[in-house]
């Protein structure tokens, strides 16, 4: 539930800026950036209250099993966040769903579902969903941690946090590859457009699909490593 938010208002604004004879249309990356940052914050509080971590992302869930060296919720929290992710994308597409006819340019129409490279160099784009992931990780340990816990009111804030972490991930770090830094944000979506029947639409891009999927997934151990050494 928590994932399926999070892509329905994070895909949902990039349809509302992209697609045509949007009110949205045109209104640029600040307002992507913006509305990802607080789809993350309503996913995890969604999360939260139906009894999950609020991981939303198998790049997190695999930076937790790693400090904490529980493995056992791996595997069914990446299938429960898959699943989220093609519900959350298919609700776009519903939501959109006269707007895929009006909008001619089909890379626009796959960027309302799985992100693309702005320079397609495979080395640079997995570097940087690399560092982007190993941000959101290593922050939001921070976040959490008992340092910041015993200073003040931030684990009360922490979906807000979170969220912030993921909005300045997104103005500083994102213009590169459209920092997915989540492997299911990224795959469910293009699953989704793969199956959807979407006027004019071309490929899915599969070539590029492994990228948002490694990247992540590595940033997010790399940064549970740190933490671990670092006992947050």
Excluded at 135 to 142: E, F
Excluded at 148 to 164: E, K
Aim: glycine fraction near 14%; hydrophobic fraction near 55%; charge should be positive.
């Amino acid at each position: 539930m928590g994932t399926m938010v999070l892509i329905l208002l994070g895909n949902g604004v990039v349809a509302n800026v992209v697609l045509k004879k949007s009110k949205g249309e045109g209104a640029g990356w600040m307002v992507i950036a913006t509305g990802w940052g607080l789809a993350v914050m309503a996913g995890v509080f969604t999360a939260l209250a139906f009894g999950g971590d609020g991981h939303l992302n198998p790049a997190v869930t695999l930076g937790v099993a790693i400090v904490s060296g529980d493995f056992g919720k791996l595997a069914w929290y990446t299938a429960a966040q898959m699943a989220g992710a093609i519900a959350g994308a298919v609700l776009v597409w519903l939501h959109y769903l006269p707007h895929w006819r009006e909008t001619p340019d089909a890379d626009s129409k796959r960027a309302c579902f799985c992100t693309a490279p702005a320079i397609r160099k495979p080395m640079a784009n997995l570097l940087s969903e690399i560092i982007g992931t190993f941000v959101l990780v290593l922050v939001a340990a921070a976040i959490f941690s008992k340092t910041v816990a015993a200073a003040g009111p931030a684990a009360g804030l922490g979906p807000y946090l979170v969220g912030s972490l993921v909005w300045a991930i997104g103005l500083s770090l994102g213009g590169t590859t459209g920092y997915a830094i989540n492997p299911a944000r990224d795959l469910g979506p293009r699953i989704a457009h793969a199956l959807l029947p979407i006027p004019n639409k071309q490929g899915s891009d599969w070539g590029y699909a492994a990228i948002p999927i490694v990247g992540p997934l590595l940033g997010g151990a790399l940064a549970s490593l740190v933490v671990r050494w670092a006992q947050f």
